[in-house]
């Protein structure tokens, strides 16, 4: 191809400046978050990707000549979107042979909804266990925290072992209730 061919290749290919595509950036954040959100499942992370996008065009790395810009800022978000599921992805699956515990807090923490509505469910469960009769709430808490049968809750509390079993269960369905509440 000759020069001056490219060059009227190139005066034929819309410029696109980097204030015109954050603009369509900003034109179009509901519609990006809403193809990132797909891919990473939580509004906070496809928050993140539509950020990163928009830093990717401020920082230069996106392309400057592109014919609808539109199009091109839907597939970096929904590229993003996918390269973020699959890391996270790949993060669960690495630490599933560890602690349970640590596992579960490393996935729930990624996702900051996700943790307000585990904070919001624990405190509903609080205030259920809480508003326990002592007895109820003492039975509930060996059993179900600490591991005691309730053959021996029955004796420390000189009770029943039936008795224990209607208290734990009393407690049960007041923590049922409470997360019932919050949803």
Same mark, same amino acid.
């Given at each position: 191809?000759?020069?001056?061919?490219?060059?009227?290749?190139?005066?034929?290919?819309?410029?696109?400046?980097?204030?015109?595509?954050?603009?369509?950036?900003?034109?179009?954040?509901?519609?990006?978050?809403?193809?990132?959100?797909?891919?990473?499942?939580?509004?906070?992370?496809?928050?993140?990707v539509v950020?990163?996008?928009?830093?990717?065009?401020?920082?230069?790395?996106a392309a400057?000549?592109?014919?609808?810009?539109?199009?091109?800022?839907?597939?970096?978000?929904?590229?993003?979107?996918?390269?973020?599921?699959?890391?996270?992805?790949?993060?669960?699956?690495?630490?599933?042979?560890?602690?349970?515990?640590?596992?579960?807090?490393?996935?729930?923490?990624?996702?900051?909804?996700?943790?307000?509505?585990?904070? +919001?469910?624990?405190?509903?469960? +609080?205030?259920?266990?809480?508003?326990?009769? +002592?007895?109820?709430r003492t039975?509930?808490?060996?059993?179900?925290?600490?591991?005691?049968?309730?053959?021996?809750?029955?004796?420390?509390?000189?009770?029943?072992?039936?008795?224990?079993?209607?208290?734990?269960?009393?407690?049960?369905?007041?923590?049922?209730?409470?997360?019932?509440?919050?949803?």
């Open positions: 191809m000759t020069h001056a061919a490219h060059a009227d290749i190139e005066a034929a290919t819309p410029r696109r400046s980097t204030r015109d595509l954050i603009a369509t950036v900003e034109r179009l954040r509901p519609q990006l978050t809403a193809i990132a959100r797909r891919h990473v499942g939580c509004m906070f992370l496809a928050e993140d950020q990163d996008a928009a830093l990717r065009v401020l920082m230069g790395e400057e000549e592109i014919g609808t810009p539109e199009a091109y800022l839907m597939r970096m978000v929904r590229n993003l979107a996918i390269d973020r599921a699959r890391r996270r992805g790949f993060e669960t699956r690495l630490f599933t042979g560890e602690d349970e515990g640590l596992a579960c807090a490393a996935s729930c923490a990624a996702c900051p909804d996700k943790t307000l509505e585990g904070c +919001e469910a624990l405190k509903a469960v +609080e205030r259920a266990i809480a508003g326990l009769p +002592e007895t109820a039975a509930f808490t060996l059993h179900r925290i600490e591991g005691v049968p309730q053959k021996e809750i029955a004796k420390r509390l000189g009770l029943s072992p039936a008795r224990i079993c209607g208290l734990v269960r009393q407690a049960h369905e007041a923590c049922d209730e409470a997360l019932a509440a919050t949803s």
